[in-house]
């Protein structure tokens, strides 16, 4: 094998690493999009949701709850945050 070879190789095999990361990073937002909306649904009508991956944290202002999570991923960090209304719970039998 040649240098040149070996070179242009090395760098599909960077190229390849970089997009690989690249798609697992999108898939790490995706996962905190979905966690901080499912976070927001379950702490608007009382109860809790804790993500596969990552962490929420949830905060409410009466009105409104808002969840904030995040994912890690292989570029950072990956963050959303879902805001969604607070509804009345009413027990059964009341």
Same mark, same amino acid.
């Given at each position: ?20 990361? +690249?798609? %697992?990073? /999108?898939?790490?937002?995706? &996962?905190? $999009?979905? =966690?901080? @909306? ?15 991956? +990552?962490? %929420?944290? /949830?905060?409410?202002?009466? &009105?409104? $709850?808002? =969840?904030? @999570? ?19 719970? /009413?027990?059964?039998?009341?």
């Amino acid at each position: 094998m040649s240098i040149e070879a070996a070179l242009a190789l090395s760098s599909l095999v960077i190229v390849a690493a970089a997009f690989i990361a +690249g798609l %697992v990073t /999108v898939g790490a937002q995706v &996962a905190a $999009v979905d =966690a901080a @909306a499912a976070a927001a649904r379950a702490a608007a009508i009382g109860t809790t949701y804790q993500p596969p991956r +990552g962490s %929420v944290e /949830v905060s409410s202002d009466g &009105a409104l $709850v808002t =969840a904030r @999570a995040t994912v890690p991923g292989p570029l950072g960090t990956m963050s959303a945050e879902a805001i969604v209304p607070a509804e009345l719970v /009413v027990e059964a039998g009341s």
